[in-house]
Structures are given as structure tokens and as C-alpha cells.
């Protein structure tokens, strides 16, 4: 699969120049799996996920959800699509809108497949994500990054969907946050059994959530393999830079990764 | 509920919702701003059903008289009452103003984002043709208008509402373009949303603050459109109080009696600043992010 952007022409003259955000992306993704993408910022993992969200089109190739080529579907025919898959996405502050209330945000995918009387199911979904209920009317700035995080996972849920897909959903979030999410966002996927798209640029976080991970780089996939195997064996040059710098720069920049964070709570909850 | 570890904390670090904002009150600007504008709103009804005088009866015996406790404001070259015609000149103006903007506001606002929206060429063309009718001076085009149907406040108002569409279109167009960019967009969008609801539930909403800015500005500059045209005598024909025809009568004794200039000078540039302030001040207001953060 391939995706190039027109950039805005420099000159009358010459033609606009083209960015090739995607070249000769395949990959394969098993339902039930919990697939990771990582790469460095810019590298196309975005523009991958949204093309896999069938919310942009492949300059070529095909998307298959199901059997169906998704890639060449107008955005009215994707009503299964929506019903099945969901996004969570990079920006709390951007990925919520300013002017509804939580009850009305978490909902929008209900109200979009024609349900009413939503706000039971809200409910349910904000002590899922564990927000209390007097959240429901609220509105998303009286929220701070992990709570509104927590919001978009709410929301993602509420259409029951088999798949999540998440662009670098803790990127944004203060270490110490970060781990709460990854781990909720880990522990709904085993809860409802999930298909996890995971993307990130640090692959000591990926390694927290994924079996299985594509390492890119400036728009083609470098390597696929299991997480554990690219982490211990990395055969790819660029993976090996990854693997090497990762962990050495989160340790310098904040003391631990926030896979140690992680790993910590998690022991913390399971002592009795 | 129970909550695991730190959750309970996120809870209780809430805002209370509707408190603060009520607390605090309105700011200011929109106070003065808005009493300008209500005081203007409120004289205009009131001139429908009082006035201290007939503000077209015209008396040769009380021509020209300067301020006196029957004529507080004097009289003009006709013996008309000076504030009487004030009041009741402050009904054109706001008709004028509403109209022409709520004409520039049903156009502009959709065009914008239409335009906004869609990817199609005629996006683009639609931009273009506005950039045109921006380009087109708002008088010359009330004047084309005026030769073609005759003077006239419904040919002025119309034509102030046509010219003032560009720059509603232009302003909810870059505002849309924006909100179009947004990752609640994008959720909405794989929420499985129809671009008319994303237009109407995501779009509009974050763009009110632009459009309500944007009539503000709009009616001051109708006000003065109308008050130049009234003055050229293209707007408001004679027997309809107008401020700018007021000013256009009174210039010829402009070094005899000045306070026939003066009075509905002041009248239009209180009109215009208010306007300017109560827009202003609903900016910062109706934003929500700006709203908490002071
Ligand atoms: N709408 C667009 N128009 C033009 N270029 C784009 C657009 N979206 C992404 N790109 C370019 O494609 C490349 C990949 O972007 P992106 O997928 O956002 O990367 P990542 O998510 O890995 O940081 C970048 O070089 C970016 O500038
Ligand atoms: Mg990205």
C-alpha cells in the first residue's frame, strides 16, 4: 500500500512536489491480536492508522477488513467499519470537542448508529475507564490529559467495537500517568477481547502492550516480529538504533520507562 | 465506586461546574459595551411609542432653537425636534443593522462551511468568487443597487447585507478549516457521523465565537455604511428619520448650528463602539477554554 501527499506548489512552474508518506506498506493483523507499530516521529504511522480507520484513502493499494476492501469505499458505505472499529488518538486536547458536554461525547457513536436513551450505557462506560459519574456533565477542559484520555477510551468502547486502534495514546501524558492508561487500555483489550492496533514512537511502551510489532521507517515497514524477538534480537539496522536508544534516553530523561511505571502498579495490585 | 490508586484524587480536583462562572459575573466590556447597545435597543422601542415630539413635525414658528427644557436638544432648520429624530433615527439604524447582517450571516455562514468541508473544486471556486465581491467596494455596490431599484432603506439594507457576506464566509471558513483538522473530527467522522451532523453538532458550535465577533464588527460597519448612504441620500428617503440623513440635512448650517452635526455624530460613533466592545467581550466569554483560564 502506498500514500502520497501533493504538497502546495512552491513555483507555477514546477510541478507540486509529492511526500510519500507510505511506500509498500503489507501487513497482516490476526483478530484478537494485540499488534504494535513504532517508529520515529514523521515516519507515516499516522497516516497509516487513519487509512486503516478508513477515515483516508491509499494512493494504492488495497485495506482489507473482513474480506472487504475498505480502500476504495465511500465514507457512506463504511457503516460496518464504524460499528467495528475504533480510534483513540494522540492529543487530549484536540480529540475531545470543547463545546460538549462528556455525556454527549462518549455517546456520538451510539447517537451516529440511530440509539437513544444513551446515557445508562455512558455511565457504564465512564466506571469502565474509571471516571465517576458526575463526570457525564462536565466539559473536556475541566479535565486533565489522562483523565480526558480515559474520556476518548469511553467513547471508543461505547459502540461495542472488535477493534481498537490507538495513535500513540499516552504520548502526551506525564510519565507517571502514562502507565495508569497503558495499563487500562491493556486490561479493557483482555476484558473484551480486543483487536489492539498500537502505535508509538517508543517501543519500551509497546513492548508493555503488543505480541506483536512493525518497526518503521520514512514510510516502509522495516520489520515484523514478535515483540519480545525485536526487543532481544533486533535484526533490522534501524530497529537494533531503536532498541538501543529507547530505553537509554527515557532512563536518562526521567529515571525509569515507563514500562518499569507500569510493570509497578500492576505488582502494586496484585499484592493482596 | 471504588477507585484503583490515584483515581479518587482526579475526582475531587474537579472544578465545580457552574459555580465559578456565575461567581464571577460579566466582565467589563460586555457590561458597557452591551448597556450601550441595550440603551440604543431600548430608546428605538421606546421612539415607537413616545417621543417628545413628532420627529416629523416640521414647526416654522421653533426653527433652530438651541437647547431649552422644551427642546433639549434643540431643534433643526425645519423647527423638528432634534431629540426626537435621535430616537426615532436609532430605529433605522438597528433595523438596518440587523437585517443587513442577518442577510451576510444566513449566506456567509454556510458558504464558509461548505467550502470548508468539501474537497471538490467548487470549494475553492466558491472562495474565489467571494475573494471577488470582497474585492467590491459595499458602497458602490448599494449605489449599482440603488440606480437599479431605487432609493430606499430595504435596497440599502440588502446590498450592506451582500457586501458584508465575504468576510462572514472568509472568517467561518478559516475558523471551519480548523475545526476540520481536529481529531474530534476525526473521531466523529469514524464514530460513523454524516458530514451534515459534523457540520451542526462539531463545526458550527466551534465556530459561533468567530460568527458572533464577526456581527458585531459587521453592524458597526452597517451602521456607518448606512449612515454614509443615508448622508449621499441613497439611503433613507426624506420623511424616514435616519441618523445619516440627519447629518446630511444639518451640513449646510454646519458653522451656524454644529450640534446638528454633533449630535447624531455622537449617536453613531456610541452605536459603533459599543458594538465593538460587546463583541469583544462575548468573544472571551463564549469560549470555554478562555472563560476558565482567567
Ligand atoms: N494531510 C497531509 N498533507 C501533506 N503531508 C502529510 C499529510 N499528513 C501527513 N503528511 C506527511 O506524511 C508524513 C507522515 O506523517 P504521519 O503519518 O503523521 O507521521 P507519524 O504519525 O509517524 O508522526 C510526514 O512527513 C507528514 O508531513
Ligand atoms: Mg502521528
Known sequence: MTREFRRQRTSLFTPAPVVHALRGVSLDIAPGERFGIVGESGCGKSTLLRII?????????????????????????????????????????????PRMKVRDIIAEPLVAQGKRDTLPRVLEL?????????????????????????????????????????????SALDVSVRAQVLNLIAELVDRLSLTLVFVSHDL?????????VAVMSRGEVVEIGATEQIYDAPQHPYSRQLVAAAPRLRAALAGRTAADLAADTLAAKERP | ???????????????????????????????????????????????????????????????????????????DKFGRDVLSLLMAGSRTTLVVGIVAVGVAALIGVPLGIMSAMTTRWWGEAVMRANDLLLAFPALLLAIMLTAVHGQGVVTAMVAIGIASIPSFAR?????????????????????????????????LPNVTS?????????????????????????????????????????????????????????????????????????????????????
Open chain 1, 53 to 97: 480507520a478508513g477515515l483516508d484513502q491509499p494512493t494504492s493499494g488495497v485495506v482489507e477488513v473482513d474480506g472487504v476492501d475498505i480502500a476504495r469505499l465511500p465514507e457512506r458505505r463504511l457503516g460496518f467499519l464504524r460499528e467495528k472499529l475504533q480510534l483513540v488518538f494522540q492529543d487530549p486536547m484536540s480529540s475531545l470537542d
Open chain 1, 126 to 170: 465512564l466506571e469502565a475507564v474509571g471516571l465517576q459519574p458526575e463526570a457525564a456533565d462536565r466539559y473536556p477542559h475541566q479535565f486533565s490529559g489522562g483523565q480526558r484520555q480515559r474520556i476518548s477510551i469511553a467513547r471508543a468502547l461505547a459502540p461495542d467495537p472488535q477493534i481498537l486502534v490507538a495513535d500513540e495514546p499516552v
Open chain 2, 210 to 294: 468567530l460568527i458572533i465577533v464577526q456581527a458585531s464588527v459587521s453592524f458597526a460597519i452597517a451602521v456607518l455604511a448606512e449612515a454614509a448612504l443615508s448622508y449621499l441620500g441613497l439611503g433613507a428617503p426624506p420623511g424616514t428619520p435616519s441618523w445619516g440623513r440627519m447629518l446630511q440635512e444639518g451640513q449646510e448650517l454646519l458653522f451656524v448650528a454644529p450640534r446638528l452635526e454633533v449630535f447624531p455624530g455622537i449617536a453613531i460613533a456610541l452605536a459603533v463602539l459599543g458594538l465593538n466592545l460587546l463583541g469583544d467581550g462575548l468573544r472571551d466569554r463564549f469560549d470555554p477554554r478562555l472563560r476558565d483560564r482567567r
Open chain 2, 1 to 75: 465506586m471504588t477507585l484503583p490508586g490515584g483515581l479518587s484524587r482526579l475526582a475531587t480536583g474537579l472544578q465545580p461546574a457552574s459555580s465559578q462562572r456565575s461567581r464571577r459575573g460579566v466582565s467589563a466590556t460586555i457590561a458597557i459595551g452591551g448597556g450601550i447597545v441595550a440603551f440604543i435597543a431600548i430608546v428605538g422601542l421606546l421612539s415607537l411609542v413616545w417621543t417628545p415630539y413628532d420627529p416629523g413635525g416640521i414647526d416654522p414658528t421653533s426653527r433652530l432653537q438651541l437647547s431649552s427644557s422644551a427642546h433639549w436638544l434643540g431643534t
Open chain 1, 204 to 212: 519500551s511502551v509497546v513492548r508493555h502492550v503488543c505480541d506483536r
Open chain 2, 171 to 203: 472568517v467561518v471558513r478559516s475558523g471551519a478549516i480548523g475545526v476540520m483538522k481536529t481529531e474530534y473530527v476525526l473521531a466523529a467522522r469514524a464514530a460513523g457521523r454524516r458530514p451534515l451532523a459534523i457540520a451542526f453538532r462539531h463545526v
